[in-house]
Nanobody, 120 residues
Framework: VQLQASGGGLVQAGGSLRLSCAGAGRTNYSMGWFRQAPGKQREFVAGITYNWGTTSYADSVKGRFTISRDKAKRMVYLQMNSLKPEDTAVYYC????????????????WGQGTQVTVSS
């Protein structure tokens, strides 16, 4: 499985961005987004299950971010609204056969990351 994330950029606080992640190969996995800010550990942001599309979010992004997926296109998206400076990070997409929130380097497939910078 290969993943390619895109859509990051520089945006002012209060603005919006939409991240995309394209999967190649077998992609019938749960999908999710993580982020890592400078000096911090990577953290779970949002996830969506493959079959039912059940979503989950970190408390810090609930109500602002929306994850979605297109199974036919093997794509997962993260719509980010009302962005804050503390959302600045490198965002990674991940696919996993299991609880996406529990993804690690050893049990999931990862994209290369896309930088999101929110200015105040």
């Amino acid at each position: 499985v290969q993943l390619q994330a895109s859509g990051g950029g520089l945006v002012q606080a209060g603005g919006s961005l939409r991240l995309s992640c394209a999967g190649a190969g077998r992609t019938n996995y749960s999908m999710g987004w993580f982020r890592q800010a400078p000096g911090k550990q990577r953290e779970f942001v949002a996830g969506i299950t493959y079959n039912w599309g059940t979503t989950s979010y970190a408390d810090s992004v609930k109500g602002r971010f929306t994850i979605s997926r297109d199974k036919a296109k093997r794509m997962v998206y993260l719509q980010m609204n009302s962005l804050k400076p503390e959302d600045t990070a490198v965002y990674y997409c991940a696919f996993r056969n299991g609880d996406i929130a529990a993804s690690t380097n050893g049990n999931a497939y990862w994209g290369q990351g896309t930088q999101v910078t929110v200015s105040s």
